[in-house]
């Protein structure tokens, strides 16, 4: 459902359906709607010219708009005055996900876009159950894009999180700023951080700056050789209580905390 968080009109608040629209807008203008919002609106929603949308273009604002006419399944909107809503929370978090199964990766997409996430690298470990050649990770990355998209829909925000083709585990850990020299000390980084069931220090005493790095594992859970390679990248291990969660629990876990304690939940 295409909705935004709501607005006043005559001394009550009303819901407004959002729609994310991948070109400039400027108001004035008409913009015929993309193919699978306009078909919602059309065939479940039953717009009629003149019906109030709410237009995005993923760089912090967001336009007043009117569908302007309805012809099957197309639908054009006029668009209106441009408004500076930025929903973004004050920090930036950078969720590195191993690529769970079936729907569970949407759904970790999904929710943590909801949840604020700045930026969501998909990654391959040695205990993955996926396995995905060239084509298939880049069709993963659009179909997961477009589930970022309407989750922004969903919940207000007007941008969108940058999601990353897949990659390998230990070729996302060589490419990110912080790794150790070979036969220097890990470096210590409290904005970079691991969710380790088992040997990790209790989430509670992490200190976090402007931006952090947060690592979920697959459903089997890192490797020692893995631990280790994180260790040197700068990552620091930690837990979110006694329990052991599974993947998808883990990631919406962890930003839920990090969001209530140095974002924008509190």
């Known amino acids: 459902m295409r909705q935004s968080s709501g607005y006043e009109r005559r001394g009550r608040k009303v819901r407004l359906n959002?729609?994310?629209?991948?070109?400039?807008?400027?108001?004035?203008?008409?913009?015929?709607?993309?193919?699978?919002?306009?078909?919602?609106?059309?065939?479940?929603?039953?717009a009629r010219s003149g019906d109030e949308l709410v237009l995005f273009t993923g760089d912090g604002r967001e336009f007043a708009a009117a569908v302007e006419s309805v012809r099957g399944s197309r639908v054009t909107a006029a668009v209106g005055e441009a408004r500076d809503i930025d929903r973004e929370s004050a920090l930036a978090v950078t969720l590195v996900q191993c690529?769970?199964?079936a729907d569970r990766?949407?759904?970790?997409?999904?929710?943590?876009?909801?949840?604020?996430?700045?930026?969501?690298?998909?990654?391959?470990?040695q205990r993955s159950v996926v396995r995905l050649d060239a084509a298939q990770?880049?069709?993963?990355?659009?179909?997961?894009?477009?589930?970022?998209?309407?989750?922004?829909?969903?919940?207000g925000r007007n941008r969108i999180p940058i999601i990353d083709a897949p990659r390998r585990l230990i070729n996302y850990l060589g490419d990110s700023p912080g790794a150790a020299a070979p036969g220097a000390a890990a470096p210590v980084c409290g904005s970079r951080l691991i969710l380790e069931p088992e040997f990790g220090?209790?989430?509670?005493?992490?200190?976090?700056?402007?931006?952090?790095?947060?690592?979920?594992g697959p459903e089997g859970g890192f490797t020692a050789e893995e631990l280790e390679a994180f260790r040197v990248s700068g990552f620091a291990a930690v837990r979110l209580g006694p329990r052991v969660l599974r993947t998808e629990t883990a990631a919406i876990a962890a930003l839920a905390w990090l969001q209530s304690r140095f974002g924008d939940l509190g």
Do not use: F
Request: aromatic residues 2%; charged residues 20%; proline residues 5%.
């Open 99 to 101: 690529i769970a199964r």
């Open 201 to 216: 220090s209790r989430a509670a005493a992490q200190e976090i700056g402007p931006a952090v790095d947060v690592a979920i």
């Open 18 to 46: 959002r729609v994310y629209v991948a070109a400039a807008l400027s108001p004035g203008s008409i913009v015929e709607l993309p193919a699978e919002a306009a078909a919602h609106l059309a065939k479940v929603l039953r």
């Open 105 to 125: 990766m949407d759904l970790i997409v999904q929710k943590a876009t909801e949840l604020g996430v700045a930026r969501i690298v998909p990654v391959l470990s």
């Open 137 to 155: 990770a880049e069709s993963k990355a659009a179909h997961w894009r477009a589930i970022a998209v309407n989750a922004c829909e969903q919940c």
